[in-house]
């Protein structure tokens, strides 16, 4: 990556476009966003699904947990170049430390005012949490974003897993995301216990689930049910947390390139690759990007491509929607061809077992 003191590449790196893009963007948006801080009450909620004022990070403080490798750390260096000061939190000092100094390098403007840093935690641990959040307070930091991304899917046939196999899907996949936000909380009624809930600051929490925790299936028994807890958990949240001034969002990404993703293609199952067909990973940098977007947007259930969408609509229930009418009408679409397609997934699991 490239940093202040370095001469300019001929041919522009990854690193350099998506800093043109975003510094890009903001100048011409500018005028946009201002218009769209003057919308009228009445308006706003129309107005979200087009406007990009709904997530407003300049000036903000984000703690991103499993932000030592990717999903994470392509989180932060885009709220990074928004001027957004980031907290990377993970179990690996090193890595951490790794990407904390390469994200303060990247290109900025002299108006830059945000600072990337790190704290070591073992998220799973409900103590850690709390000395997690001790230890960002007496760094001076008060979060304005939480989010929790950490992830690790072992795919493997239920009779393959291992108890390890089975503690590191709830460890990393569910505790981390309900150890942090709970310790959070707990930590900022205790600061503001002078204060009436609706006049605490704007906070948004920001949880990852996945397009398995909508639509499970084989495979993925160490890993789908985790993510549908932290789905079930972004609901109650969304009740619990809004008196206090909390946004909460939830994410349920596709296929994805990361260190993670790699790691998953050794141990999937024939039959998982099967039913999950040709479906392309997108990059980190893209699947951080349209994340980020659709915050921007107003989106609080979000998708990373057309297949989670599909599926997102056959589970609306009290989920928040996009474009709710269509979502209605495809949900309806496939809870009539549903039956066919659970009947032709057993049958390929059938023929799979001998």
Not at 51 to 65: D, L
Not at 226 to 251: G, H, T, W
Not at 278 to 300: F, H, N, R, W
């Amino acid at each position: 990556m490239q940093s202040k003191g370095m001469p300019r590449a001929s041919v522009p790196t990854s690193t350099q476009i998506l800093q043109f893009k975003y510094h890009n963007r903001n100048r011409h948006n500018l005028h946009n966003q201002n218009l769209n801080h003057k919308a009228s009450a009445d308006s706003s909620k129309f107005a979200m699904w087009f406007s990009k004022s709904n997530f407003e990070v300049k000036g903000k403080t984000a703690i991103i947990v499993g932000a030592s490798q990717g999903l994470g750390v392509e989180l932060a260096k885009q709220l990074y170049l928004q001027n957004c000061t980031v907290i990377l939190v993970a179990r690996t000092t090193k890595k951490l430390e790794f990407h904390a100094d390469q994200i303060s390098q990247l290109t900025v403007p002299s108006t830059h005012t945000a600072k990337a840093t790190y704290f070591t935690c073992d998220a799973a641990s409900y103590g850690n949490c709390e000395e997690l959040w001790k230890n960002v307070a007496a760094g001076g930091y008060e979060p304005d974003i939480i989010m929790c991304c950490a992830g690790s899917s072992v795919p493997k046939l239920f009779a393959d897993l291992t108890a390890a196999d089975l503690q590191l899907g709830m460890d990393v996949n569910y505790k981390t995301a309900i150890n942090v936000v709970h310790a959070g909380f707990k930590h900022m009624m205790a600061v503001n216990h002078q204060i009436r809930p609706q006049e605490w600051t704007k906070r948004n929490v920001v949880l990852f689930s996945s397009v398995v925790g909508l639509f499970p299936f084989i495979g993925y028994a160490q890993y789908g049910p985790m993510k549908s807890a932290v789905d079930s958990l972004s609901l109650i949240l969304r009740q619990e947390l809004k008196p206090y001034n909390f946004r909460v969002s939830c994410v349920y990404p596709g296929n994805f390139l990361s260190e993670g993703y790699e790691e998953e293609q050794k141990t999937k199952p024939a039959i998982t690759r099967e039913i999950e067909g040709s479906s392309p990973a997108i990059s980190g940098e893209e699947c951080a990007s349209i994340v980020l977007d659709q915050l921007q947007k107003g989106y609080d259930s979000i998708t990373t491509d057309f297949i989670g969408w599909v599926l997102s609509c056959s589970v609306l229930g009290t989920r928040p929607r996009q474009w709710g009418l269509i979502q209605v009408v495809v949900g309806l679409i496939f809870s009539i061809i549903e039956p066919i397609v659970s009947w032709t997934i057993q049958r390929d699991i059938s023929k799979s077992v001998k």
